[in-house]
């Protein structure tokens, strides 16, 4: 069974910081995503990871995908308060399948 | 590019109603997707859609509930005999391709 694990669950950190955030997976997977969710907001849609070594950059945050690892990491650089959010990473299943299986998020506090 | 549409966006039942929502995806998206989330959690996938055809299943998705998309367009997913347990925000997403945009939800309470 997939397992999909995010560390940390919580962050609280100044702006101006930086910090990583890590997603890791049991299994061999095709395809990563990146979402952030706002307190009762659906799910915006960050990044898309298709091979080994892809990076993307979207402002502050860039997400990179290890596949060799089973392993994501979305960076924030010099954090700002906007960012406050909930982030969650996801794994496609192998073999065809399209349904994501979801990490259980990380709550992330950007303080002034 | 209206974005994915659902409604009802709230729906308060009493155990053991069967209730139905609806999801609209993006215009031209073949791909529709069903996903329940409940509070602090991660969304759990439901079931998955290619056009009109039922690909995909979870092992979440009990006897209780269908879902349909009968000309490849909306799509509904109904609950019968709601349980407390099915108190949920009720998520859907469309795309094209590996893209899974997702609307507003469906917040469910069960009383």
């Known amino acids: 069974e997939l397992k999909v694990e995010q560390n940390p669950l919580f962050l609280s950190m100044q702006e101006g910081k930086n910090y990583t955030i890590y997603c890791n997976y049991s299994t061999t997977s095709d395809r990563l995503y990146w979402y952030r969710q706002d307190p009762g907001k659906s799910l915006e849609s960050l990044f898309v990871?298709?091979?080994?070594?892809a990076v993307k950059q979207e402002g502050r945050l860039m997400a990179s995908l290890d596949t060799k690892a089973r392993l994501s990491t979305l960076h924030i650089t010099a954090a700002v308060h906007d960012l406050s959010a909930t982030y969650f990473c996801a794994v496609v299943r192998g073999g065809g399948a399209d349904g994501l299986t979801f990490g259980k998020g990380t709550h992330l506090i950007i303080q002034p | 590019d209206t974005g994915v549409s659902q409604n009802p966006r709230h729906k308060i039942t009493k155990r053991g109603q069967n209730v139905t929502f609806r999801c609209d995806p993006i215009s031209e998206h073949n791909r529709l997707y069903w996903y329940r989330q409940t509070l602090g959690q991660g969304p759990e996938f439901l079931t998955y859609?290619?056009?009109?055809?039922?690909?995909?299943k979870s092992r979440l998705l009990s006897d209780r509930f269908s879902a349909e998309r009968p000309k490849g367009s909306f799509s509904t997913l109904e609950i019968q005999r709601t349980e407390q347990g099915d108190s949920a925000m009720y998520l859907c997403a469309s795309g094209r391709a590996y893209e899974q945009y997702f609307g507003p939800g469906t917040r469910l309470t069960v009383t």
């Open positions: 990871l298709l091979s080994n070594g």
């Open positions: 859609f290619q056009n009109e055809a039922q690909l995909e």
